[in-house]
């Protein structure tokens, strides 16, 4: 049986985790981050997740994510520049940098000015099924054409990959199966 104290801890700790979940649907509908807690709470998360994606992606070392990432370049974004990197990296935070990061370097070099596009993806998204790698990956590139998260970004995005929203959502759930120390596959 609890004590007091013990009661107060183990609630102040489920509290906090509930919290910590969240955090990746904070900017969400209420209706949405309501749907969310109850899955999580209902502990289906893992099933949800299964259902949709039964099967894991084979896009394992950083010269398949760069084929994958430079085929997908060349079908919708032929005329932006080339990639110059693209990688697993392990990020310092997940959950700032849940869709991946981009960089686009400018350096002048001889006189010329050299510009370089790379897109680095969290190593522990290797797990994930292709169509949230594909996102992350369409994110990133969207990124090439429109620095802003703006409506031409998300334009864009769906341009690419037509369920772009939904597949985001689905990746915050993802992230938070990561976080509770769960994998999906």
Request: some cysteine; glycine content about 2%.
């Amino acid at each position: 049986m609890f004590g007091f104290l013990d009661l107060h801890t183990l609630l102040v700790s489920v509290q906090s985790n509930k919290k910590t979940m969240m955090k990746y649907f904070k900017h969400y509908q209420p209706n949405i981050r309501a749907q969310v807690e109850q899955l999580i709470r209902s502990e289906k998360l893992k099933s949800y997740l299964l259902n949709k994606y039964p099967n894991p992606h084979n896009i394992n070392s950083d010269k398949l994510l760069y084929q994958y990432a430079n085929e997908l370049k060349q079908q919708y974004l032929r005329k932006t520049s080339q990639l110059n990197k693209v990688i697993y990296e392990k990020q310092k935070d997940l959950i700032r940098n849940a869709l991946g990061t981009h960089s686009f370097v400018s350096r002048n070099h001889g006189g010329k000015l050299k510009s370089k596009h790379e897109i680095r993806i969290d190593v522990r998204l290797k797990s994930a099924p292709e169509e949230i790698l594909k996102m992350l990956v369409v994110h990133e590139l969207a990124h090439f054409k429109e620095k802003d998260h703006n409506k031409s970004f998300y334009n864009l995005c769906e341009h690419m990959q037509p369920d772009y929203h939904q597949v985001e959502l689905d990746l915050r759930l993802f992230l938070v199966l990561v976080e509770q120390g769960d994998s999906l596959y």
